[in-house]
């Protein structure tokens, strides 16, 4: 047969795509949350903070629509890295001997 490769190998799962990651980043995320929530939030607003917290955080581990091997966090960090890159334009030898000799034939 061959070798899996280690991003084909499924994950726990504790009931069809709840996985023990999701659970205890869920838990770790309404933790985080409630003591961020006393610190910078108001008394009024602290469940709805929670709440925000804990809907980003199963929004950001969810799949990627367009790479299901990654997390859709993943691929948005790579998409951010990809739009901030510095692009060049990559011109073939052959193009840019055309469009000289294109120039020098209306300089002439």
């Known amino acids: 047969m061959g070798l899996v490769p280690k991003k ?3 994950d726990y799962h504790i009931f069809r795509h709840i996985s023990v990651v999701k659970v205890v980043g869920f838990i770790f995320t309404i933790a985080g949350a409630s003591e961020l929530g006393d610190f910078f939030v108001a008394a009024k607003l602290k469940i709805p903070f929670i709440i925000f917290c804990s809907v ?3 929004i950001l581990s969810g799949n990627s629509p367009s ?3 990654k997390c859709f966090a993943a691929a948005w ?3 951010i890295r990809y739009s ?11 193009e840019v001997t055309d469009n000289e000799n294109v120039f020098k034939a209306k300089d002439e």
Not at 85 to 93: D, G, P
């Open 8 to 10: 084909t190998k499924a």
């Open 84 to 94: 901030f890159a510095k692009k060049t334009i990559r011109v073939e030898e052959s």
């Open 77 to 79: 960090f790579d998409w």
């Open 56 to 58: 980003e955080f199963l």
């Open 67 to 69: 790479d299901p091997t």
